[in-house]
C-alpha cells in the first residue's frame, strides 16, 4: 500500500511519500502553506494512499482535504 507520512521535523513540515516497493521519497516545506500546497499536487490520486499524520498536523490538514482547495 502506498503511505503519505505528514509530519514537522525540524521545524519543517514533511511529506514523505512511501511507494509499494517501500521506498520513500521525502519533500520538505518551511511553511504551513507550502505544506498544503504541497498537498493539493495530490488531489487527483489521493485516495490511492494511506494517509499517516501526526497528531500536531492532524486538524489542519484534515480541515484542508475536506476544504473546496482539495476539491
Avoid: C
Avoid at 517501500?22 to 485516495?47: C, D, M, P, W
Wanted: proline share 0%; aromatic share 12%.
Amino acid at each position: 500500500m502506498k503511505k503519505l507520512l505528514i509530519y514537522k521535523e525540524n521545524d519543517d513540515f514533511v511529506i514523505e511519500r512511501v511507494n509499494e516497493f517501500n521506498h520513500a521519497f521525502k519533500r520538505t516545506f518551511i511553511s504551513e502553506q507550502g505544506l498544503l500546497e504541497g498537498l493539493q499536487a495530490y488531489r487527483l490520486v489521493i485516495s490511492e494512499y494511506e494517509l499517516e499524520v501526526s497528531d500536531e498536523l492532524w486538524s489542519m490538514v484534515l480541515n484542508f482535504l475536506n476544504s473546496k482547495e482539495m476539491q
